[in-house]
């Protein structure tokens, strides 16, 4: 099992659905191939939210190679995907882990792959790939990492849609004194490695953007933030932990009391309902440019 267990990617699933940039899909939908099985390669894919949010949108035909380093996580993609196509109407054939619909029209099959991207970047099996793909992936990856896929998806002039990467930006209602300093900690906390080197963390879509320019791409950006909700108390509980967690690993031991204490008080305002987190994030298209 690795930091991002099944548990942790439901929860999250509400607020990364409602925070997706809709138009970015359908600004891409025009640029890709007609009537041809669209190959897409979905980075990082954990049990499938990126496939379950686009697939509908994109529509037609679609064959999804999922990749993951995460075993546990691709043994519960094509449940995960069989409960969420049954949800939104559409019909799942177990054999050919198919998923089919009328309205929207859709045939999209899926193929869960066990990948260390950080390790086999090299061998990314990137060719006869029409769409390159990834949720809450890029701001743990390193500027290194980041620039190689970007080459690799340049040379064979393959759109790129990336969704929901931290951009560094955490706004609390109520605000607390000390919010500024902890989320700057967790910022820092951020660029530790995550198996790809130095994590770009907050960075990343920016660098990816620039990237993407530098090689031909045109490249569209949008704000994808997550907005908690006062009743989604589980998220919110779970975020705080986690950022007082890394924010005390970065700081001082002069300052262990107060990030604990603010961890207390934030966490009695979400059990009361009183509070409510937003969470920066951005979702980048990058579609390559006429020759
Ligand atoms: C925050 S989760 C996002 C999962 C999914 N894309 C989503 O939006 O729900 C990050 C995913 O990246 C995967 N991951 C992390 N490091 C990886 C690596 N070196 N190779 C392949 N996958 C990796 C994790 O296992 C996890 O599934």
């Given at each position: 099992?690795?930091d991002?267990?099944a548990d942790?990617?439901?929860?999250?699933?509400?607020?990364?659905?409602?925070?997706?940039a809709?138009?970015?899909?359908l600004?891409?939908?025009?640029?890709?191939?007609?009537?041809?099985?669209?190959?897409?390669?979905d980075?990082?894919?954990?049990?499938g939210?990126?496939?379950?949010a686009?697939?509908?949108?994109l529509?037609?035909?679609?064959?999804?190679?999922?990749?993951?380093?995460?075993?546990?996580?691709?043994?519960?993609?094509a449940?995960?995907?069989?409960?969420w196509?049954?949800?939104?109407?559409?019909?799942?054939?177990?054999?050919d882990?198919?998923?089919?619909?009328?309205?929207?029209?859709?045939?999209?099959?899926?193929?869960p792959?066990?990948?260390?991207?950080?390790?086999?970047?090299?061998?990314?099996?990137?060719?006869g790939?029409?769409?390159?793909?990834?949720?809450?992936?890029?701001?743990?990856?390193?500027?290194?990492?980041?620039?190689?896929?970007v080459s690799?998806?340049?040379?064979?002039?393959?759109?790129i849609?990336?969704?929901?990467?931290?951009?560094?930006?955490?706004?609390?209602?109520?605000?607390?004194s000390?919010d500024?300093?902890?989320?700057?900690?967790v910022?820092r906390?951020?660029?530790?490695?995550?198996?790809?080197?130095?994590?770009?963390g907050?960075?990343?879509?920016?660098r990816?953007?620039?990237?993407?320019?530098?090689?031909g791409?045109?490249?569209?950006?949008?704000t994808?933030?997550?907005?908690?909700?006062?009743?989604?108390?589980?998220l919110?509980?779970?975020?705080?932990?986690?950022?007082?967690?890394?924010?005390r690993e970065?700081a001082?031991?002069?300052?262990?009391?107060?990030?604990?204490?603010?961890?207390?008080?934030?966490?009695?305002?979400?059990?009361r309902g009183c509070?409510?987190?937003?969470?920066g994030h951005?979702?980048?298209?990058?579609?390559?440019?006429?020759?």
């Amino acid at each position: 099992m690795g930091d991002f267990d099944a548990d942790w990617l439901r929860l999250r699933a509400p607020a990364d659905r409602r925070a997706r940039a809709a138009d970015l899909p359908l600004l891409l939908r025009p640029q890709l191939p007609k009537g041809q099985m669209l190959h897409i390669l979905d980075l990082g894919c954990g049990t499938g939210s990126n496939l379950h949010a686009l697939a509908p949108v994109l529509g037609g035909a679609q064959a999804w190679l999922c990749l993951d380093a995460d075993a546990d996580l691709l043994d519960r993609l094509a449940e995960e995907t069989q409960a969420w196509a049954q949800a939104s109407g559409f019909d799942w054939d177990a054999t050919d882990r198919r998923v089919t619909g009328a309205e929207p029209d859709l045939t999209c099959t899926l193929a869960p792959r066990r990948f260390d991207l950080a390790r086999d970047l090299d061998a990314l099996p990137i060719e006869g790939i029409g769409l390159v793909t990834a949720s809450a992936l890029l701001d743990l990856v390193s500027e290194t990492w980041l620039a190689g896929l970007v080459s690799q998806c340049a040379k064979v002039r393959v759109p790129i849609l990336t969704a929901l990467t931290y951009d560094g930006r955490v706004a609390f209602e109520p605000a607390l004194s000390l919010d500024r300093e902890v989320i700057e900690a967790v910022n820092r906390h951020q660029g530790r490695d995550k198996g790809f080197g130095p994590a770009l963390g907050p960075s990343a879509n920016g660098r990816l953007a620039i990237l993407a320019a530098a090689r031909g791409y045109w490249v569209e950006v949008r704000t994808s933030d997550w907005r908690i909700r006062r009743s989604e108390r589980e998220l919110q509980a779970a975020l705080i932990r986690g950022w007082s967690r890394a924010a005390r690993e970065e700081a001082p031991a002069s300052d262990q009391a107060g990030i604990a204490h603010w961890e207390a008080v934030r966490l009695a305002a979400v059990e009361r309902g009183c509070s409510r987190i937003n969470v920066g994030h951005r979702d980048l298209l990058a579609i390559p440019r006429r020759a």
